[in-house]
């Protein structure tokens, strides 16, 4: 080989190389940036996830006081209802009133004109034959004074039974009046009612369609911190370059066989909608050991979230376990552990129900079932 051409090998290769641990950089840097940005996204669909129920709880009052007006409406109804049956029974009773009074009058009249009748018709002969029949000039000045009196008391009573007659008759048109004014309320407050009822529907329909939105949020927000969970994993074992050790894992909580809740697509106890169970819930008491169920290196161990005090364990070639619910952790992030090591003691924190472990392994990132690396003793 050449000088040259030995040159060009090694410079070949420096770039290889060179290139490959740019590439290598470039990458992590790029999961880095990835990460920020669904944490950002995360964060911006919170705040809205947030901002929508604000506004669905705006809108929930706003439909309750309409459903307030709308019933007080319903009352004042009733009572415009019952106001008109009423006045509906005072014309009944006045129609009555009216058509007797209309009698009294024209019995009073017949009778008046009868008796005018009798004085007229028969004329000065009658008249003349009742003055003739007086016995002096006394009795002659009784009977015309008697005559006068009788036609002016007739006068006078039909003058009354005209006056009562016109009274009923106005009463009966006030009631009428009332009446219409009673029915022109009603037909408003039903409008106003109506237009209530329409506004609480346009409402319910918007309230409707921002609890779609909120479930459509929260199912991305769940998502983004899947991601981001998935990123952090990837971040993490880029920098670190061991394989797995390979193998069957051992069951990680000594002696405690039920699974309680397998891997796989189920309705979340505490959030009730269908959600990827992301491990296995096995049923140890609180307080009991737990195991690290392949040898690794603590990854994580704190609090996160729904999980609660966690550990996380990498067991090289992109395997990572995760011990979820504990009530205490007895491991450090960057300890190595061995497998079978007590890692921390069981309880219920986080979004649990009750002690159990939630135990998951991911390859790459992605949940996979831990019945693939775990055998039920
Ligand atoms: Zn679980």
């Not at 911006?44 to 929508?52: A, D, G, R, Y």
Request: one cysteine or more; charged letters at 30%.
């Amino acid at each position: 080989m050449s000088r040259k051409k030995t040159l060009v090998v090694f410079v070949s290769l420096f770039l290889i190389f060179t290139m490959a641990f740019e590439a290598f950089a470039f990458n992590t840097d790029k999961d880095k940036q990835k990460l920020d940005e669904v944490t950002k996204e995360k964060e911006e669909v919170t705040k809205q996830k947030k901002q929508n129920e604000k506004q669905q709880g705006d809108i929930t009052q706003k439909i309750h006081k309409l459903e307030e007006n709308i019933r007080n409406l319903e009352g004042e109804i009733a009572q415009i209802n019952k106001d008109i049956n009423e006045t509906k029974g005072r014309i009944e009773t006045t129609k009555g009133e009216l058509i007797k009074a209309e009698e009294n009058l024209s019995t009073k009249n017949e009778t008046f004109n009868s008796r005018l009748e009798v004085m007229y018709k028969n004329g000065d002969v009658g008249y003349i034959e009742v003055l003739l029949g007086s016995t002096d000039f006394e009795d002659l000045l009784t009977r015309i004074d008697m005559v006068k009196r009788l036609v002016k008391h007739d006068t006078d009573l039909l003058k009354y039974l005209k006056e009562q007659r016109d009274l009923i008759e106005n009463k009966k048109i006030t009631l009428e009046n009332q009446k219409s004014q009673l029915l022109t309320l009603m037909n408003n407050t039903k409008k106003k009612q109506e237009d209530l009822r329409v506004s609480r529907g346009a409402m319910q329909r918007a309230k409707k369609e921002l609890e779609k939105n909120h479930v459509a949020l929260e199912k991305q927000e769940d998502e983004l911190a899947d991601l981001a969970e998935r990123i952090k994993e990837v971040i993490i074992r880029n920098q670190s370059d061991e394989n797995y050790v390979g193998g069957q894992m051992t069951w990680p909580a000594p002696g405690v066989r039920t699974i309680t809740s397998p891997f796989g697509y189920r309705i979340h106890p505490i959030l009730r909608r269908k959600k990827l169970h992301t491990g296995i819930d096995i049923g140890i008491g609180y307080g009991e050991n737990i195991v690290a169920a392949q040898s690794g290196k603590v990854m994580y161990a704190d609090w996160q979230g729904g999980y609660g005090k966690v550990v996380m364990i990498d067991h090289g070639g992109g395997i990572v376990t995760l011990y979820a619910h504990n009530s205490k952790l007895l491991v450090k992030e960057g300890q190595r552990v061995e497998r079978g090591q007590v890692i921390s003691k069981c309880g219920s924190t986080g979004m649990s129900t009750g002690a159990h472990l939630h135990f998951e392994v991911r390859e790459n990132g992605q949940y996979v079932n831990p019945e693939k690396y775990v055998k039920r003793p």
